[in-house]
Nanobody, 122 residues
Framework: VQLQESGPGLVKPSQTLSLTCTVS??????????WNWIRQPPGKGLEWIGY???????YYSPSLIGRTSISRDNAKNTVYLQMNSLKPEDTAVYYC???????????????WGQGTQVTVSS
């Protein structure tokens, strides 16, 4: 499984960020896969943003709900992140992650993209 993030490296404050996670090696509709967006601000730990499930449900971090949207295009095998009203503190490396929990005897699987830097600055 491979994940590739892409998007603009620089966004102005108050603008909207749009990131793409292109997936290969598995269909994003494969049972029990959860497609996460996670970010890491400079000098800080990882922060979970939200996920799109294999069944098409999205769930968001309470701290980001209301200005974050995760969607998908099954035909393109791609997951998207949109975040509105960007602030300088949204500056971070943004990662796409695939996670399939342990099911019966099948161990948990997790995969990461290489991340994409997003800087919010005027």
């Amino acid at each position: 499984v491979q994940l590739q993030e892409s998007g603009p490296g620089l966004v102005k404050p108050s603008q909207t960020l749009s990131l793409t996670c292109t997936v290969s090696g598995v269909s994003i509709t494969t049972a029990y896969y959860y497609w996460n967006w996670i970010r890491q601000p400079p000098g800080k730990g990882l922060e979970w943003i939200g996920y799109m499930s294999f069944s098409g449900s999205a769930y968001y971090s309470p701290s980001l709900i209301g200005r974050t949207s995760i969607s998908r295009d099954n035909a393109k095998n791609t997951v998207y992140l949109q975040m509105n009203s960007l602030k300088p503190e949204d500056t971070a490396v943004y990662y796409c992650n695939a996670d399939r929990p342990k099911i019966a005897a099948i161990p948990r699987s997790t995969y990461w993209g290489q991340g994409t830097q997003v800087t919010v600055s005027s």
